[in-house]
């Protein structure tokens, strides 16, 4: 029997689950993919992924029964992920899709990138850099300020509470990249395409599971 931690990643259609599951899988977890709301209380963690439209990803997040799910796993307090659109859903309204409301989790929206420099194209596509807003949260551990991560996207997240801001990037503006509140981390890079960095940051947060698992979180 493993011993662990189970990690559920949420598969709604719309998350890019390989590459997440194996770069958790390398972080020390026990991975399941589930297709459908499922028994939760084996998972230690739960990981919300996302790419492509925010609409698109909103509405079959609500097909699958995952919007209740995460919603109900969040208020438990049990250590939470959400990457790229995964993040982007936790605002309650996207620029990208009017109408179709988020999850909600927090008050904020999702903007378009406009930039005014011709070199800044749309999407944002590939490396760039994170300034650590609280260096000294553990997720940070050994993840020298200003890392590059990798990124892909065309929108960003703008909460109104600005303390939740954990890091921060440019890109024709100063924009959130990373957000954390009580049990909830998302990130709009995408930490499992990362290489090494991103990969410590995965080990980070399962070691933040790991002390929930015992009682310390």
């Known amino acids: 029997m493993s011993t662990l931690p189970k990690i559920a990643i949420l598969d709604y259609e719309m998350g890019n689950l390989h590459s997440v599951s194996k770069a958790l899988e390398h ?3 026990d991975v399941d993919i589930l297709t459908q ?3 939760m209380d084996k998972y230690s963690a739960l990981v919300l992924p996302g790419v492509g439209n925010f609409g698109d990803c909103a509405e079959k997040c609500r097909e699958h029964g995952f919007d209740e799910l995460t919603l109900k796993w969040i208020d438990s307090g049990k250590p939470f992920l959400g990457i790229c659109v995964g993040m982007q859903l936790l605002m309650e309204e996207s620029e990208e899709a ?8 927090f008050k ?5 990138f406009k930039p005014d420099k011709p070199e800044l194209k749309v999407p944002q596509m590939g490396w760039n850099q994170v300034k650590q807003v609280c260096a000294k949260n ?3 551990k ?12 065309s929108y960003y997240v703008e909460p109104e509470d600005r303390e939740i801001i ?3 990037t440019d890109y024709g503006i100063t924009y959130c990249s990373f957000i954390q509140k009580d049990n909830i981390f998302a990130t709009q890079f995408h930490p499992e395409k990362s290489q090494k960095i991103g990969l410590k940051l995965l080990e980070n947060f399962m070691n933040l599971v790991g002390r929930m698992v015992v009682g310390s979180w």
């Open 108 to 112: 904020g929206k999702v903007k378009l």
């Open 166 to 168: 954990l890091g921060e």
């Open 142 to 153: 050994d993840i020298p300020n200003n890392s590059y991560f990798y990124f892909v996207h």
């Open 37 to 39: 709301p499922a028994e």
């Open 138 to 140: 553990p997720i940070f």
């Open 98 to 105: 009017p109408g179709i409301p988020g999850l909600g989790v």
């Open 27 to 29: 972080a020390g977890a």
